[in-house]
């Protein structure tokens, strides 16, 4: 896990620190903690590289405080796990507002935290495949279960999801490589395809849910076929 601890007081951040690395030592797994001392210092980290599975995070800080940090980050994030940590309990419905994991009370308990830091491995577990690349000098990690399909250009691949497209600079094949490959299909050497947006398909082509057409190669439209019929015999 990579867990990021952001506090403006450095006792406080050191010692919520050495909690997260004691917890890791316990269950077992390889984690990576992090500590920022403002939550400007964390957002220009997190915006460069969304890797991030868990923060905990005051809520009480000069400049950008911890609740407005949060809301910036479920504009694009929905699962990063967030444990905010406080002196007061006054801000626990907003906690809700953005799906924090948990609301610690300062002097936070190491049971307590440790039970939360389980809870946010768990739900990392569970959490949907991710795909972590960098779009126009910016890090983006997106659910691969809504990307609809991409479409190779000459120096980049334009990825198609369920609300936008994004831009990257990799071609088709690295982009194939990186993703899961029960979910998607390479029905001709310029497309991906999420096989959840099918809508049907022919020898020659098939229509995505969002109307798009994409070309069937001749060679592939056997394996096309097969790979359709596993996916949605696996669904149901």
Known sequence: MKIAVCDDDKTQRDYLASLVHKWAEQSDGHTVVETFASAQRFLFSWQADKSYDAL???????????MDLART???????????????????????YEVSALHYLIKPVKEEKLFSCLDRASKRMKIEPKMLLFE????????????IICAEAFAHSVEITTVTQRYKINLNIAQLE?????????????????????????????????????????RRRYQAANQAFIDFFKGAQ
């Open 135 to 146: 779009s126009e000098s910016e890090m983006i990690r997106i659910r691969q279960d809504e």
């Open 73 to 95: 980050i479920r504009q694009s994030d929905e699962w990063l796990a967030i444990i905010f940590i406080t002196g007061y309990s006054d801000y626990m419905n907003e906690g």
């Open 177 to 217: 490589r990186a993703l899961e490959p029960a979910l998607f299909f390479r029905p001709h050497r310029s497309y991906l395809v999420g096989l959840n947006y099918i809508r049907r398909f022919g020898k020659n082509e098939m229509i995505l849910d969002n109307g798009l057409l994409i070309p069937v190669s």
């Open 56 to 66: 905990l995070l005051d809520i009480q800080m000069p400049g950008l405080n911890g």
